[in-house]
């Protein structure tokens, strides 16, 4: 049936407007993290050689981490470096920034993604559940549940979950990444507890959001038509409901994704994972800013990229999006 | 043999009773207006037979829709019944469709969810039905979304869905009430054509007289949840037997008497005045686009006149409404209040501001709840550079309150605890409170019922004698500011098409377009006729 066929240059035309904001806030945002780590006092040369080292000695090793050159022009190679793969060497380890950002993202990022599609497995049905059976016990107990998620810090759980399925069950080791050479199987099992501890809170939080939306739709003038078609209350609910209801979801789901991407330290620390979270807290410790630098940017691009991807949802979902600028 | 008959069916939602004992039927091919005001239960008879009441609602008697008792049918035998063998409208256009999914597959849903046709089929049926409703394929494929049509088209559609299955009732529940005259009458007209064709029965719930005079064969008038009065169109108009029916009719009608205006002295001008509203930009260093939404409009309303500004949605007036308010500044022209502009810089002119006040549409919506009365009503006072205090001000909140005809101790209420009619006394004691040079009505009657208009519209006359009111009365309903205007100013497309006395333009409209509106406005049947007969009797 050819008419189901969004209108494809509408579409296009709205890509192409999101992707050149992308570029834009990408722009201004490098300029902002250059600008505020450069401010932020500490000179990493002296950090490095330590309180005694001599004026000259340090003035040999700012030159060496480029540190001398003026700040416009180290701004543009930092640029120019990221736009190559190159993000520099880290001041502290002195190996290529890029491996240890790559190192620790094959780690965070399926710990991300894993731990969004359990969040959004859990949320979407829980979610609607609850809003089809608004205020009977159903609705209670879900919601309740959420309360609970909401307030429950995600480090208890992961401990609880150690406990469980670690130490008591033995289904799961209490801790460390065995990597991706063990086999997709094993990855994917060390990283199952830190997931679902990362994921419940959220979920909680999206299937409020989910249920929320859904209600707020349900009470829509064009529910009743559909059930003054001939619709039942379920088909209606389904059909009509849950894409309306999406819009505020995938807002929140967009936000959950960056959070998880960089904000699971805790996690991170509680399972003794290499995520991007301790990477950066540990080069914040130690003045290396160019690997503070790069993840920062590295996290920053991921935002505003998850922010174009749900903006490319929303024209999906919602017809009226595509025309509008 | 009737198709719908209801015998004596009450309902009631949390022992609130709601219906008491309605009784009414609709044969194939015919036309039955259910009308009242609202609270008289005619939304709720229409989701009885469709059997859409909410879970708390508890019924007794009988609702037989072709031999079907449709009180007594489970759910999943309701979800066969609707859109099959009744279908519903809504009154509501612009809210009644998905958003988010094609008209065509919209009509087409009534079909498949029924199981009455291939999915191919039913996007054939899809075609042929917003063909028969007014949509030509050309103009209206059936890949558009709801968001790219207009209230009447979005209506259409819904109209379309309604009757995709050729059910043998239709409900239309104020179907035209959001709608603007013009597209009402092809609306009417429509659901007219299709029950001819088709020899549906319809089911129209309406509060407007003059459509049900025009459209009914039979007229059910409902109050409180009771019908009070039915009978065939023509005998019901010449007899009515029920005092709340002629009530009705008398009001709906209602006409007031002006004093005749004093000499004219300007008061408001208006001079060449056009609001531009920037467009979104299509390229991102283009020029943005502009629409003009007032267009070179000039006029002049004299102290002591009343003027009407009458207009379909969408035509200007509300945003010349903003502008003579101050609350917008315009690109040209100027609007002058006694010979001071009523914005100046890029702010409104406070000294003129003060001279104006303004009555909106909702009497609800304009009052902060959390306020007593006495405050809601003294707020202009923050316009004045001496606000009365003490005493006075006590004495100018009395006054007010009695001159809407509220009593003083009314000001230590809250706004819930009043109808709308009372609220809307309140907005105009607001208005009045400043004794301003100006007052603006904006579409103020048209929220309530027509017992409640006819006694504002009374009030709007009084306070002329007592007060000698100069106002401009902004209105899509024609029939109202017949009766309380001197002058009035047809707008359409952000200009002034026609301007004259009122009785001028209503009885000999020169503009094309003024002759379309007061062709497509509903006319009451000649009740002054029926009065005569009556009286001979």
Known sequence: MGHHRPNVTAMLRYSLKRLTSLLISLAVASLVIFLVIEVAPGDPASFMLGINAQPDTVAALRTELGLDVPKWQRYLDWVGGMLRGDFGTSYTYRTPVAGMIGDRLWVSLPLALFALTLSTAIAFPAGIYAASRRGKPGDVAVMGATQLGVAVPNFWFAMMLVLIFAINLRWFNAGGFVGWDAGFWAGIRSLTLPAISLALPQAAILARVMRSSLLDILGEDFMRTARAKGLSRRQALWQHGVRNALIPVLTIIGLQFSFLLAGSIIIEQVFYLPGLGRLVFQSISSRDLIVVESVVMLLVFSVILVNFLVDLAYALVDPRLRTRT | MSLLSIENLSLSIHRFDILADVSLSVAPGEIVAVTG?????????????????????????????????????????????????????????????????????????????????????????????????????????????????????????????????????????????????????????????????????????????????????????????????????????????????????????????????????????????????????????????????????????????????????????????????????????????????????????????????????????????????????????????????????????????????????????????????????????????????????????????????????????????????????????????????????????????????????????????????????????????????????
């Open chain 2, 37 to 537: 005001e609202s609270g008289s239960g005619k939304s709720m008879t229409a989701l009885a037979v469709m059997g859409l009441l909410p879970d708390s609602a508890s019924t007794r008697g009988r609702i037989d829709l072709d031999g079907t008792d449709i009180l007594k049918t489970p759910e999943p035998g309701m979800c066969a019944i609707r859109g099959q063998r009744v279908g519903m409208v809504f009154q509501e256009p612009m809210t009644a469709l998905n958003p988010v999914k094609t008209i065509g597959d919209q009509v087409a849903e009534t079909i498949l969810v029924h199981k009455a046709m291939t999915p191919a089929k039913a996007l054939d049926r899809a075609r042929e039905m917003l063909d028969r409703v007014g949509l030509p394929a050309d103009r209206f494929p059936l890949s558009r979304y709801p968001h790219e049509l207009s209230g009447g088209q979005r209506q259409r559609v819904v109209i379309a869905m309604a009757i995709a299955l050729r059910p043998k009732l239709l409900i239309a529940d104020e179907p035209t009430t959001a709608l603007d005259v013009t597209t009402q009458a092809q609306i009417l007209d429509l659901l007219k054509g299709l029950v001819a064709d088709y020899g549906m029965g319809l089911l129209m719930i309406t509060h407007d007289l003059a459509v049900v005079a025009d459209m009914a064969d039979r007229i059910v008038v409902m109050r409180n949840g009771e019908v009070v009065e039915q009978g065939p169109t023509a005998d019901l108009l010449v007899n009515m037997q029920h005092p709340y029916t002629r009530m009705l009719f008398a009001a709906s009608g209602h006409q007031v008497s002006l004093p005749p205006p004093p000499a004219p002295v300007p008061l408001l001008q208006v001079q060449n005045v056009h609001r531009d509203y920037r467009l979104s930009r299509t390229r991102l260093f283009g020029d943005p686009g502009y629409f003009r939404a007032v267009n070179d409009v000039s006029f002049t309303l004299n102290r002591g006149e009343r003027l009407g500004l009458v207009g379909e949605s969408g035509c200007g007036k509300s945003t010349l409404t903003r502008a003579i308010l101050g609350l917008e500044n315009i690109q040209h022209g100027q609007i002058l209040l006694d010979g001071q502009p009523v914005f100046t810089g890029h702010k409104p002119n406070l000294a003129v501001r003060r001279k104006m006040q303004v009555v909106f549409q909702d009497p609800f919506g304009s009052f902060n709840p959390r306020h007593r009365v006495d405050r809601l009503i003294t707020e202009p006072f923050h316009l004045l550079v001496s606000p009365p205090t003490g005493t006075a001000r006590q004495d100018a909140i009395a006054e007010a309150l009695t001159a809407v005809g509220l009593r003083p101790q009314d000001a230590q209420k809250y706004i819930h605890e009043f109808s709308g009619g009372q609220r809307q006394r309140i907005a105009i004691a607001r208005a009045l409170i400043t004794r301003p040079d100006l007052i603006l009505f904006d579409e103020a009657v048209s929220a309530l019922d027509v017992s409640v208009r006819a006694q504002i519209l009374d009030l709007m006359a009084e306070l002329c004698t007592a007060y000698d009111l100069t106002y401009l009365f902004i209105s899509h309903d024609l029939s109202v500011v017949r009766t309380v205007t001197d002058r009035v100013l047809v707008m359409q497309a952000g200009q002034i098409v026609e301007a004259g006395e009122t009785a001028d333009v209503f009885t000999n409209p020169q503009h094309p377009y003024t002759q379309t509106l007061i062709a497509a406005a509903p006319q009451l049947p000649d009740l002054e006729a029926l009065q005569r007969r009556q009286s001979h009797v």
